[in-house]
């Protein structure tokens, strides 16, 4: 009696089986993640030891896009900036064909805030190339990356970081006072359109009202 209890168990759990894999098929291999990545030890110190400037970062998103065209795509997002720089995205699938929810990641909103650049690119290589990230981020999810979002402010506050600092709404304000010195903080672009008393603007308070709302 025991014996025919457990086999008749047995014989649901396969039925249940049977019908999950019709139900929810798995992923078809040859278009996962798992058989178009490239494994590649990243390790587990940071691999870029310096803040990533525009120009680094640029290298780094053309190489990645070269050398896994079917996982990466490079975007220059229009328009361009006040200094007439382009503001990148990566956008990292792990399938050729499926669509899945996506992950949006923007970085460098506030232009003093460097490390964001290099916490964004080394979150890419980890999922593009650590068999750690594969499952679930990676394969469950279509991500797009923006590591830097202003910039102009990025490379406004690293030419400036010699300079001695002073309070950032005098430096604004005041045309005189920018000889030689920084602002303290700066949470704002470039943005010089309405002039020099004027300088900047904080672009993380100035999207539409509702702004792609339904």
Known sequence: MLLQIKLYMVSVLYLFGILFMILFPPRNYEQSGAKMRKIRSTG????YLQYIDQETLLNITNRMAKEDPEMV???HLTP???????????????????RKPGILII????????GTTNAIIELAEKLLYDANYQTPFFNDYDWYLIPVVNPDALNFTKSLRKFRPIQELLWSRNITARN????????K???TELGDTCFGTNIN??????WRGK
């Open 180 to 187: 030689n010195t920084r602002p303290s903080l700066w949470h």
């Open 73 to 75: 795509r490079l975007v």
């Open 44 to 47: 587990s110190s940071l691999k």
């Open 80 to 98: 361009r900036t006040s200094n007439n720089n382009s503001i990148i995205a990566l956008e990292l699938h792990s399938d050729t064909h499926s």
């Open 205 to 210: 308070r100035n999207f539409a009202y509702h």
């Open 189 to 191: 672009n470039v943005n």
């Open 107 to 114: 970085g460098t909103l506030n232009g003093m805030v460097w």
